[in-house]
Nanobody, 120 residues
Framework: QVQLVESGGDLVQPGGSLRLSCTVS????????MGWYRQAPGKQRELVAA??????????NYADSVKGRFTISRDIARNTMYLEMNSLKPEDTAVYYC???????????WGQGTQVTVSS
């Protein structure tokens, strides 16, 4: 059973920055899709950012609300995915989850979540 361990969540002031990490217990080299989702109290879980790999083509996509502020990346050697978050806003407050899918039709796996709170 693959395991995903997130870290990096914290309390930060508006305008601040955080970097979230998600370490996977297996190689991410050929992972079809890796992403970050978030869920705020009383709201549905939403996609924040994702990296999709199809053969040698790697693409990223972002929710409109975070474009230009958040950056998703991965370190294949460390089996780790990152989410760099800048210019944080109170509305970014949520539990952030990492998600992986080995293939297009494969089961999705989730991490346990890490809390990000943006408040003065």
């Amino acid at each position: 059973q693959v395991q995903l361990v997130e870290s990096g969540g914290d309390l930060v002031q508006p305008g601040g920055s955080l970097r979230l990490s998600c370490t996977v217990s297996e190689s991410i080299r050929s992972m079809y899709r890796m992403g970050w989702y978030r869920q705020a109290p009383g709201k549905q879980r939403e996609l924040v950012a994702a990296i999709t790999t199809i053969t040698s083509d790697v693409s990223t996509n972002y929710a409109d609300s975070v474009k230009g502020r958040f950056t998703i990346s991965r370190d294949i050697a460390r089996n780790t995915m990152y989410l760099e978050m800048n210019s944080l806003k109170p509305e970014d407050t949520a539990v952030y989850y990492c998600n992986i899918r080995r293939g297009l039709s494969s089961q999705a796996y989730w991490g346990q979540g890490t809390q990000v709170t943006v408040s003065s």
